[in-house]
């Protein structure tokens, strides 16, 4: 009859109010006391005071260790349920009501980028609270923007794949013309020189190997970026056609998950082959055994700086206007779109002399620069741009300092010598044939320097010349 009784009680007695704890809505579990005569079940008031250390009805403050067991409570609580046979168990919160408070997730805070019930408002003071409807189109904009950044960044390293596998192709091409190169100077001197070659083309052979390998490993990783980044893609897509709650609840997760750590891919630095070191001064390398053949060059040109508008030969020694765009790849070390080439080695110490050829071209500029020059913009050519140099312009000959120093010149001359003292801090300038001065510019130059050749785009070709060779044995 009792157990009828129980069963027949309405839903909600005084008795069960007086006994329920106003945090979690359930039956007092172990109920404490606060000074302000209110109480709570233990577990409720602990979490309550990660907020703020006051009581959750009138706010009234308290301190740690102030709060005493409430056993009368505690023991009505217990005969309650044994009598009722109700168990806080049936009323455990669903994933949409706040945990805190039993109330529904309806607010979304800013700061703090999470659901809240209407009860956690005095827990989010001076937060913005907004409803679901108007907190879920931010965060699936917020999300949209990885989104946005992510499909950017697919295109560019689909970009940068085409990039690197051209360049594939064009190291191909750089070691065949140089494999041309060396076999035709091998061939003549085949009979004293078989085991050289074979060092040479092995050692081109190597370089080739290795700069291609590393192109592909890059290709590779670009890959595996396209595909984790498509796959992340998805990933926030996928999450932000979900309800507006589970959005929210997952949404600090999503925003840990859709951030990019990996290395940005770029154009690798020395990429290409070092062609002075294969073709530049072959003959001089050898010239112990074939001093009568030997074609010694003090300079030679690098072909991975030339802008895509000047033409090498396979020997490095002439540049001259191409006839239509080279398709060259983008590195960091070539000039565009001034109209440069630099040669192939640098120097920080030492004396250094070289002669062009100019002959009768209109227009040319040479001299030294240093290695940082700008390579990818137009600049005025200049000593305070990191151009030690003198050029031929609408007739005049001039030192291209920031004054524009014009020169006298007699004769024109065909033939242009440059003399670099790096110790000195002196680069001169001389008419190669008569060898009168022209003009030396002075400075402390404070890194590697190169010879840099501008033949403009005209038909006359800019021609090292040879260079003397003296032999001194003991």
Known sequence: MADDMDEDM????????????????SIYRDPVLLPCSHSFCRDCIHQSVRFSRTCPVCRGRFEEGQEVSNRALSDASETFLKQSAWRSSSKRPSEDTCRLHLKPLELYCEKDEEPVCVDCVSMHDF???????DGAPKCKKELGFKVNIFEKKVESYKKLRSDLNKTVEYIKSQAHQAEKQIKSEFDRLREMLNKEEMMRLNALAAEEEKKITTIHELVRETEDDIVALKQLI?????????EDLPLIKNFKNLKRKAQWTQVNRCFPDDCLLDMGQHVGSLSFKIWKNMQAQVRYYPVMLNPNTATPWLSLSPDLTHVQE????????????????CLFVLGAEGYTSGRHKWDVIVGDSPKWILGVCKESVARKKKFTVSTNRGVWSIGLSKGVYTALTPERTELQVEQRPEKIRIKLNMDKGEVSFWDGESAKHFITLKHEFGEKMFPIFGPGLHSTPMILTQGKIAVHTS
């Open 234 to 242: 998805v990933t926030l897509k996928k999450e932000m056609g979900n």
């Open 10 to 25: 309405p839903e909600e007695t005084p008795l069960r109010q007086d006994l329920t704890c106003p945090v979690c809505q």
């Open 322 to 337: 191409s006839p239509e765009l080279l398709a060259v790849p983008e590195n960091l070390e070539r000039f565009d779109p």
């Open 127 to 133: 937060h913005r609270l907004l409803p679901l409807r």
